[in-house]
């Protein structure tokens, strides 16, 4: 039985990686990074995403690819099922998707989704069940249904440290405006990799700002796009709008994954119409404004326009006092766990990455302790969270990054690299830096080409195979694409 689940996760792990490198990173972060393999029963693989609004994308756009991928890397499987694992799998197995259960007439009421873990979120502090935990995220909103809360993450839990002292700072005084006066930083757009407070932070300036009495919304991209297509739908697209911009504080998070022209366009005229009436617009993400592709640049410029600040990685200093306060609420109900500074100093210096795993390293010394009855020394903490310490990754290099750095390196601008300009000092800058891309992204020949001012993948090709031939050919031109590579991946 082991067996045959490590050789389903490596099948499904194939076809994640097929669909990364044929469809792109972006669109595979954006529609298929939450989509999970969770059984395969009698040839059928069960698929599940969080959101409904997921499940209606995958199957009006992806569905066919998606089906020929698992079928023919899951050994056994003609079929695949997918279902919105935040709802009630019914009891009687759901039949198979074909052609005619797609399309965006699937989409239907959505379940309310769960408030995600945040690394300064105090684990085991609360005995309260988790529907108790969360609560409407609206106040006063005619009836405009947001994503819920969770109580517990509010500023008085929220780790203050170098990394995000800054952020905390700025999203304290926009939840503390005084009544009647204008907002400062109007929007405020906070970013930073998964696992370092972004959703804490900007739940607990929508707790805030509700205890202040005001009208607030807090959204998910998801949820935000699934209100607009419904309100097509249902033919109250106006009134969607109305209640929408007459709050007093709107959030949205995860907007990396805005999808869909149409909605792009009602978003930026909602944060315009928020901004222009002088209401509040905080907004996170996982990359600055100029970074997100995927969305219009009329969005981008307008997000970009207000407080941009970057919630950095975890200092040392402040992942100590991450595993303290985990360890203080565990030992509320487990009064026994001790652990002592010098192990709690050496998971503080191994796990670098985010909170999520220092959650999981006191779960583990928390396991240890009360399997052996014996606190856990370095050697035991060592082992216990071996498969947390990850290995320094190698850094990922965006096409931007590479030809940014092209361009300086060459003395030209970005903008003449993806221009249509063809003298020869743009050209050969431009094709090194498809050249690059090629070898240091997965991203596909097509998309290189969309990002290269929308050229045609066989221009991309063409460049590749020229500087491939340049550089066995010339000394000079390897060792510049060389000192390239190394600047890029440091």
């Keep these: 039985m082991e067996t045959l689940k490590v050789d389903r996760e490596e099948a499904w792990d194939r076809v994640r990686r097929r669909l990364r490198a044929e469809l792109g990173e972006d669109v595979f ?46 050994e056994g499987v003609a079929q695949i099922n997918l279902f919105v694992r935040s709802a009630q799998r019914p009891a009687a197995r759901p039949a198979p998707l074909n052609e005619n259960a797609a399309g965006v007439s699937a989409v239907k009421a959505q379940q309310p989704t769960t408030a995600r873990a ?58 503390r405006i005084e009544p009647g006066a204008a907002p400062l930083y109007n929007p ?36 935000f796009m699934y209100g607009f ?47 222009d009436a002088g209401r509040q617009v905080v907004i996170a993400a996982d990359r600055p404004p100029a970074e997100l592709e995927s969305l219009d640049e009329r969005v981008r410029s307008r997000l970009a326009g207000g407080l941009v600040v970057e919630m950095g990685a975890l200092d040392e200093q402040l992942r100590v006092k991450i595993l303290e306060t985990r ?30 795993d220092l959650d999981g390293a006191v ?35 965006r096409i931007e990054d590479i030809q940014k750095l092209v361009a300086t390196h060459y003395n030209v601008s970005r903008a003449d690299i993806l221009s249509s300009r063809r003298s020869a000092g743009v050209v050969k800058p431009r094709q090194i830096a498809m050249y690059l891309s090629k070898q240091l992204t997965l991203r596909s020949l097509p998309e290189i080409g969309r990002r290269f001012g929308g050229r045609d993948h066989t ?21 510049d694409v060389e000192l390239l590579k190394r600047m890029l991946q440091e």
């Design 327 to 356: 360890i203080a609420a565990a030992k509320v109900h487990h009064p026994s766990f001790e652990v002592s500074p010098a192990v709690i100093g050496y998971v503080a210096r191994v796990i670098t990455t985010n909170g999520r």
């Design 363 to 397: 779960n583990r010394l928390l396991a240890h302790t009360t399997l052996s009855g014996s606190e856990p020394t370095v050697e035991s903490a060592e082992a216990a969270i071996r498969d947390l310490v990850r290995s320094r990754e190698p850094k990922k290099v």
């Design 188 to 223: 405020l757009y906070v970013h930073s990799a998964v696992g370092l407070g972004k959703t804490h932070l900007l739940q607990a300036i929508a707790h805030e700002v509700i205890a202040a009495g005001k009208r607030v919304i807090y959204l998910t991209a998801d949820r």
């Design 118 to 175: 945040s690394y300064d979120r105090p684990a085991g502090a609360s005995t309260q069940t988790p529907a108790e935990r969360l609560q409407p995220a609206v106040a006063d909103a005619d009836g405009l249904q947001g994503s819920p809360l969770d109580r517990r993450l509010t500023f008085s839990s929220f780790l203050v440290g170098r990394s995000n002292a800054l952020a905390h700072a700025a999203g304290e005084r926009v939840s």
């Design 229 to 275: 297509v419904a309100a097509l739908k249902a033919q109250t697209a106006i009134a969607f709008k109305e209640r929408l911009r007459g709050i007093d504080l709107l959030v949205i998070d995860d907007v990396q994954f805005l999808q869909g022209k149409s909605i792009q366009q009602e978003f930026c005229h909602t944060i315009n119409a928020l901004i």
């Design 459 to 479: 221009t991309v090709l063409h460049a590749v195979r020229k500087i491939e031939g340049c550089v066995q050919a010339d000394p000079g031109l390897r060792e």
């Design 29 to 74: 972060s954006s529609w298929f990074g939450r989509l999970d393999l969770v059984e395969i029963v009698d040839g059928v693989a069960q698929l599940s995403v969080p959101t409904r609004f997921l499940k209606s994308w995958i199957q009006a756009h992806y569905l066919d690819r998606v089906r020929t991928l698992v079928t023919t890397e899951c």
